[in-house]
């Protein structure tokens, strides 16, 4: 439990420590390339589709849950200012910070070489850093996605009671299928961004 914790002081310890500069200069770079991403949004019945989540999972996974959760909540601000819909509702920010906070407390510091083996029929091995990329994803469609954004939308009455369960349906079929572009994404690209990350600055932080 103490080593579950001691990843939000360490998180916290990114904007005091000798990085702090490059914590803030990079998280700022990928909280802007989410709001570019937002821009591409796609609406459908009682869900939206976008890739903002790219931006959010490589934020927690280079600094962990303290600044994910805070940069998530960032992102919706931010992203309401840019483009407004409505009224402002906190609820959602918060529902934000909460995707920020999965990512940094699943694979923040996760990107060792540890191998594990996975039995699936063909043998294949997978490292730790990509079943953790991949838990990270379902943990936020299933509790964000799902579950947050469908109580959320359902207490503001974006969703009328009598359509709450049409509505979960919905989001389920939609998540399912943009779970097989989702997770591929993320094994390619979060272990890109993390190999640049090294090579740029040099630091590699051991596993927690």
């Given at each position: 439990?103490?080593?579950?914790?001691?990843?939000?002081?360490?998180?916290?310890?990114?904007?005091?420590?000798?990085?702090?500069?490059?914590?803030?200069?990079?998280?700022?770079?990928f909280?802007?390339?989410?709001?570019?991403?937002?821009?591409?949004?796609?609406?459908?019945?009682?869900?939206?589709?976008?890739?903002?989540?790219?931006?959010?999972?490589?934020?927690?996974?280079?600094?962990?849950?303290?600044?994910?959760?805070?940069?998530?909540?960032?992102?919706?601000?931010?992203?309401?200012m840019?483009?407004?819909?409505?009224?402002?509702?906190?609820?959602?920010?918060?529902?934000?910070?909460?995707?920020?906070?999965?990512?940094?407390?699943?694979?923040?510091?996760?990107?060792?070489?540890?191998?594990?083996?996975?039995?699936?029929?063909?043998?294949?091995?997978?490292?730790?850093?990509?079943?953790?990329?991949?838990?990270?994803?379902?943990?936020?469609?299933?509790?964000?996605?799902?579950?947050?954004?469908?109580?959320?939308?359902?207490?503001?009455?974006?969703?009328?009671?009598?359509?709450?369960?049409a509505?979960?349906?919905?989001?389920?079929?939609?998540?399912?299928?943009?779970?097989?572009?989702?997770?591929?994404?993320?094994?390619?690209?979060?272990?890109?961004?993390?190999?640049?990350?090294?090579?740029?600055?040099?630091?590699?932080?051991?596993?927690?």
């Amino acid at each position: 439990m103490k080593r579950f914790f001691n990843i939000f002081k360490d998180s916290a310890m990114e904007l005091t420590g000798k990085g702090k500069i490059t914590c803030i200069v990079m998280t700022a770079l990928f909280i802007a390339l989410s709001m570019s991403i937002e821009a591409f949004t796609i609406e459908i019945p009682f869900a939206k589709i976008n890739f903002a989540y790219i931006a959010i999972a490589a934020i927690g996974m280079l600094y962990g849950p303290t600044i994910g959760f805070f940069a998530g909540g960032i992102c919706d601000i931010l992203g309401y200012m840019v483009h407004p819909d409505g009224a402002f509702l906190p609820a959602y920010t918060l529902i934000a910070m909460v995707q920020g906070l999965i990512y940094g407390i699943v694979v923040y510091r996760r990107w060792g070489n540890i191998n594990i083996t996975v039995k699936n029929g063909k043998g294949k091995r997978l490292t730790e850093f990509a079943v953790r990329i991949v838990a990270a994803r379902l943990l936020d469609v299933v509790i964000v996605n799902l579950f947050l954004n469908t109580a959320a939308n359902l207490h503001y009455g974006f969703i009328p009671s009598q359509a709450y369960s049409a509505a979960i349906i919905a989001r389920l079929a939609k998540n399912a299928l943009q779970l097989c572009a989702d997770i591929p994404i993320l094994l390619v690209i979060l272990p890109v961004i993390m190999g640049a990350y090294m090579k740029v600055f040099g630091k590699r932080q051991a596993a927690a």
